[in-house]
């Protein structure tokens, strides 16, 4: 079964930090550009940031760039989200997903708040 399981999310105040995980299991990541994306509250689904699989080139939307990094470990199957310098906007449940996204293997995401 294909799967994929987001961790890492929290409370953290502006300017602070997180990692989150996406592990997969049932697949191997590193055949997939992966992608990380986030719904806020009231807000559309946005895409974050993604990783390719063959030459590891990264993409960020405007809003993250320079304080989110995407990495890969393919031999431990998992992507990573560094979260620097963080905002009140970047509170929402961030998922992984292939990019384009697979309807059917969307995780129970994590949820980021940003908050003093």
């Known amino acids: 079964q294909l799967q994929l399981v987001e961790s890492g999310g929290g409370l953290v105040q502006p300017g602070g930090s997180l990692r989150l995980s996406c592990a997969a299991s049932?697949?191997?990541?590193?055949?997939?550009?992966i992608g990380w994306f986030r719904q806020a509250p009231g807000k559309e689904h946005e895409g974050v940031s993604c990783?390719?699989?063959?030459?590891?080139?990264?993409d960020y939307v405007d809003s993250v760039k320079g304080r989110f990094t995407i990495s890969r470990d393919n031999a431990k199957n998992t992507v990573y989200l560094q979260m620097d310098d963080v905002r009140t906007e970047d509170t929402a449940v961030y998922y992984c997903?292939?990019?384009?996204?697979?309807?059917?293997?969307w995780g129970q995401g994590t949820q980021v708040t940003v908050s003093s």
């Open positions: 990783v390719s699989s063959s030459t590891g080139s990264t």
């Open positions: 997903n292939t990019n384009p996204p697979l309807p059917t293997i």
């Open positions: 049932g697949f191997t990541l590193d055949y997939y550009v």
